[in-house]
Structure formats: C-alpha cells, structure tokens
C-alpha cells in the first residue's frame, strides 16, 4: 500500500477526536465480533457446499469471496491506525453506519428463481465485486475504517483511478445480489444504499480535506466513482 507522506500532527491528548488503541478496540469489538461470526458461518457453508464442487463451484467461490472480504475487514479492525480526526455528530456517523449496512435489507426479501444465465450473471458480479473489494481494502490497509475518520490519505494503486474505490466495487457486488430478487423493491433498495454511499462519500471528503494539505488536489484531478464521468 502506498500512503501520502504528508500526514498532519498527531492529536493532542483531549482533543475531540483523540483516543488511545484500547478504546478504538473496545468501541470496534462488536463489529469485529460480528464479521468473525460471518466468516465462520461462510466457512460451514462452504464446508457443506464443497461435496457439490462439480456443479457449485461459482456458489463456492462467491462465498470464499465473501469469507476473505469480512475476514479481512475483521483482521484490520484490530491493527489499523488510530484516527487523527473525525466527524463526531450522529448524522455523518448514521449515515456512514446505514450506508455500509443498508443493502442487507435485501435479504428481507423472498427470492425467486433464476434460469442458469441470470444465476450467472448475479453469481459474476457478486463475486467480481466481492473479490474487488477485498483487493481495494487490502490497498487501503491499516486506513480502514466504516465511520467518517481520518486514519490514512491513500492515493496510488486502485485509487490513482477513483477516489472510492471500495465503494464502487461493492456497489458492483449489490447489483449482483439485487439480480436475485429482481422485483421493484430490490431495485429501490439498492437505489437507496448507493444514495446513501455517496453522501457518506462527500462527508469523507470533506474531513479528509481538513485533515490532509494534499487531499483536496487529489480530489480536483480523481474522479469519484467513474473515470471521466462522475
């Protein structure tokens, strides 16, 4: 992973955002918990599904995919750096928390039966997606993080392209799951998890152009989601 070398100064202690390694542990544990749980989960149905490899073997995958996606989300909840500044009212840290989540109200949804090209073509991009995703977040490293903070400026590899490169290559993994259902619901429900990215996006920005001189260059030059569109 590469990281801008310009980082501005460790917080002084009592500062708003400051906070030792224990807390940032304690306040991640149960999220933490909650990906181990996923990830143990993933690996039984993987277990159960693999004495049909022949016929399962892009189902396998998706969920490998998956398992390697919260695992990795899991490990870096525990070594990433602590933040140097971050947004603190509710609204930016409930819509951060929505955002990450909202896409598994899907999952509410009953769903229905696909031939074998559309069970393929919801099957490739959940599991592109996925496996993207765990790409991007293993770039992104120790500057993980789900809330509005600033723990890293990254700007090479996967996000010399986008600036939100993690969030494009998940949305590309919900529009996968969505094929699944395929009824108006599915499709408003995605339509209000990406709403919800992208303001969740434009509160990163923000912070990450207060906290690091370099970052809002690099906002000016990177498209968001979309080389040369968006």
Known sequence: MSVSDVQPP??????????????DLVFAAPVTL???LVVAGNAIKIAHQW???????????N???????????ACLFLVRRLPVAKKE????????LLGANF???????????LGPTWSAISLALTTGGTLASVAVLAWLGRGFAVFPEARAF?????????RHPLYLTEMVSMLGIMIGFRQPWAAMIVA??????????AFEEDLLGQAYPGYDAYRRKTARLIPGVY
Not at 10 to 23: I, K, L, M, Q
Not at 104 to 112: D, G, I, R
């Open 10 to 23: 460790v917080p002084e202690p009592g500062a708003p955002f400051a906070h030792s390694r224990s807390y």
């Open 34 to 36: 909650l990906y181990a």
């Open 51 to 61: 004495a049909g490899a022949a016929t399962a073997w892009l189902t396998i995958a």
């Open 63 to 73: 969920e490998i995919a998956t398992l390697l996606f919260f695992g990795l989300q």
């Open 89 to 96: 009212d509710v609204w930016p840290r409930a819509v951060a």
């Open 103 to 113: 896409n598994l109200t899907l999952l509410l949804l009953p769903h229905v039966a």
């Open 154 to 162: 990254v700007d090479q590899g996967p996000y010399r392209l986008v």
């Open 192 to 201: 209000a998890a990406i709403a919800l990215q992208l303001r969740r996006m």
